[in-house]
């Protein structure tokens, strides 16, 4: 009789399944929270790896679209930018220049519009003459991925896919030449 | 003279408004209000600013988002076509109302679940409560019918402690 009544009481189920959903929804709450506070990573760290849908026009060896995995083995100069932010005005052509210079040296730039409209991204990379590959940040998952907080941000991946380096704001010519002389030079 | 500078006004803005009708078409063929604009635009988030509706904000990014709203109003697509498109391109997180899906799916579904559990733990208290008092009526008539008769001892030692501690002892 008393062990009928303790079973029963063991398995009362509309409290395990209360308590189900509510350790379920608490365990989906902390994912997202955990999702959405990524951290920015670091030097020394993996750069997440990603897939592009490039703008027509600026594609990377001709390929439509191509993940940050495809370009290992070169050294990835990854830089967010938008056509209404104006301290990206201030490196366009910089970058631009930079591209032309060490592109037959294994450096790839990518750009990646963040929060913009096409056809204005469009006509930023015209103004600019911008030709190395550049292509919009749909859902803005690159840039949850790098945790950006603003742009322009630059981040120099090399060879083996590792953050070498981070910039935040407008880079100048000084700091942009000096950090890819020292990945090439390291190999 | 003057009823030839009259002929030729009249027919001047005939052949205008002529010319100014397949350019009309072509750009979608409506006229699209600010008051339209902004009925989508405040269904959105600045993606840039915290918390700031599409349309009070004065940045350049949103101005841009505002142009493209026009643009599609015009081209002809709906309300709901253009905040997909949004929410397509740049993320769920810039729509006031999340769409039911993924994580945001629980934002729709959890006052559902606290409601339906919230009114199972109500109705749960409230059977207790009314078998409580059942039981306390019941018990109440018993006292007042109970004919008191020696309950024979016995010689289980823990029905016999049962016994003790119902009695207080």
């Known amino acids: 009789m008393m062990a009928e009544i303790s079973a029963k009481k063991k398995l009362h189920i509309p409290s395990i ?29 993996r750069a997440p790896d990603f897939t592009m849908q490039f703008y027509e026009g600026y594609t990377w060896n001709g390929q439509s679209s191509a993940s940050l995995a495809d370009m290992r083995g070169n050294i990835v100069v990854l830089n967010f930018w938008a056509s209404w932010c104006a301290p990206c005005r201030v490196e366009a052509d910089l970058l631009e220049q930079s591209w ?26 015209r103004e600019f003459n911008i030709t190395y590959p550049n292509a919009p940040d749909l859902r803005t998952r690159i840039a949850e991925m790098y945790d950006i907080t603003g742009v322009p941000e630059t981040f120099f991946i090399d060879r083996n896919g590792v953050i070498y380096e981070f910039h935040f704001g407008p880079i100048d010519a000084a700091r942009l030449t000096t950090v890819i002389e020292r990945m090439l030079a390291e190999g | 003279m003057n009823r030839y500078l009259v002929w030729l006004l009249r027919y001047a803005w005939l052949l205008l408004l002529l010319l100014a009708t397949p350019a009309m078409a072509q750009e979608g063929g409506r006229l699209v209000t600010d008051d339209e604009v902004n009925a989508i635009a405040k269904e959105l988030y600045c ?18 988002w505002r142009e493209l709203i026009h643009a599609k109003l015009a081209a002809g697509e709906t309300r709901q076509e253009i905040l997909a498109y949004f929410g397509e391109n740049y993320g769920d997180r810039v729509l006031a109302t999340p769409p039911a899906r993924g994580l945001s799916l629980l934002l729709w579904v959890w006052p559902f679940v606290a409601f339906i559990g919230g009114a199972l733990i109500f109705g749960r208290y409230m059977v207790n409560m009314r078998r409580a008092a059942a039981a306390s009526e019941n018990e109440k008539a018993m006292r007042e019918t109970a004919v008191s008769y020696p309950i024979p001892p016995t010689k289980d030692p823990y029905i016999a402690r049962i016994e003790q501690e119902l009695k207080g002892e």
């Open chain 1, 100 to 125: 032309r210079k060490y592109a037959d040296q294994g450096v790839v730039f990518v750009g990646i519009a963040y929060s913009d409209v096409e056809p204005k991204a469009l006509a930023y990379l």
């Open chain 1, 17 to 45: 399944a209360i308590w189900v959903v509510v350790l379920a929804v608490l365990g989906l709450a902390a994912f997202g929270l955990v999702r959405v506070n990524t951290a920015r990573p670091e030097p020394g760290q």
């Open chain 2, 47 to 64: 993606p840039v600013c915290e918390s700031t509706p599409l349309d009070v904000c004065e940045t350049q990014a949103c101005a841009d």
